[in-house]
């Protein structure tokens, strides 16, 4: 497997989850201190490994060398099997994930956890403008025509506005105060990337945060948009105004994190992106494996 530098394994971003959540994070190498697998373990009070909130995977690097394609397996089977014979020991406080380059999880499955799949969208950049829905173009002209303009920004009273607006509108909360995101870029520098789109009388339409590692990938991380301005344009103006400004900045590529809910999955879709799996591990218990059936279910 080959995957870019991560903003998850970014000292930042271990910093803020230790402060956020109360989570230990500890990097860790597979088989040995030496070895090729590098990844970032967070822990509970209890030592077991979890996925905090917020976070999309673990991030993990795998450092290939040049072999005959055997001996290639044969390290990454073996690098794996430690990764997963160490989680088995330690112990899984829930279910965590895996970035979409780690496509291998024999090894897991061989020490008996239970493998999840889900998908995202890899988008990559630039953008071409014959890869992007006509209609995603004519809303963003639209809102531009109307006055809309976008920035990056360091007002993050400005882009909690826009993600207040989407939490009261979905009935979730991502859990982020004004201190938080001022934390985060405080320990991130450049790797948090805040944008907002004003309408024409500098009111806070739409934002997004992205983190991204230089010379690595860019993840789509939050967003928020004002109830008003779902049908105004700002969205697609603001995301094609982040995408050229991640391309200007050397990101070869932004991953979307996730297109798992239909109506996301198809908003998401409409910028050209490939559709990527990633895998998931959890314990294989009986309230796992009732939580799966209630969700089939619920499917259905």
Not at 8 to 19: I, K, P, V
Not at 111 to 134: A, H
């Amino acid at each position: 497997m080959t995957a870019l530098p991560s903003p998850l394994a970014l000292d930042g971003w271990l910093e803020f989850n230790e402060r956020k959540w109360g989570v230990r994070a500890e990097r860790v190498r597979y088989p040995d201190e030496r070895g090729p697998l590098s990844t970032v373990l967070y822990l509970n009070r209890r030592g077991r490994v979890l996925l905090p909130r917020l976070n999309p995977y673990l991030p993990v690097t795998f450092e290939e060398r040049k072999s005959a394609p055997y001996r290639a397996i044969r390290a990454w089977g073996s690098a794996a099997r430690a990764f997963a014979v160490d989680l088995r020991g330690r112990g899984l406080a829930g279910t965590i994930a895996f970035p979409p380059a780690v496509r291998d999880l024999r090894a897991w499955s061989w020490q008996g956890f239970r493998i999840g799949v889900r998908y995202t969208l890899i988008q990559d950049l630039p953008v071409p403008e014959t890869s992007v829905d006509p209609a995603n173009r004519r809303r963003a002209r639209r809102a531009a025509a109307a006055g809309y303009r976008c920035e990056r920004t360091d007002s993050y009273a400005d882009v909690l506005a826009c993600i207040s607006g989407t939490e009261q509108r979905q009935r979730f909360q991502y859990g982020l105060s004004l201190e938080d995101l001022r934390m985060l870029s405080a320990a991130m520098g450049d790797g948090l990337r805040a944008y907002v789109c004003y309408d024409p009388a500098g009111n806070p339409a739409a934002a997004r945060l992205i983190l991204y590692c230089p010379d690595g990938e860019a993840i789509d991380w939050v967003n928020g948009t004002q109830r008003a301005e779902l049908a105004s344009g700002a969205v697609p103006l603001l995301i094609s105004f982040a995408l050229e400004d991640l391309h200007a900045a050397g990101a070869p590529a932004l991953d979307w994190e996730g297109a798992n809910i239909p109506s996301i999955a198809a908003a998401k879709e409409r910028w050209g992106g490939r559709i990527e799996p990633w895998f998931t591990v959890e314990p294989l218990t009986v309230s796992n494996l009732a939580r799966w059936v209630y969700a089939q279910f619920r499917y259905r």
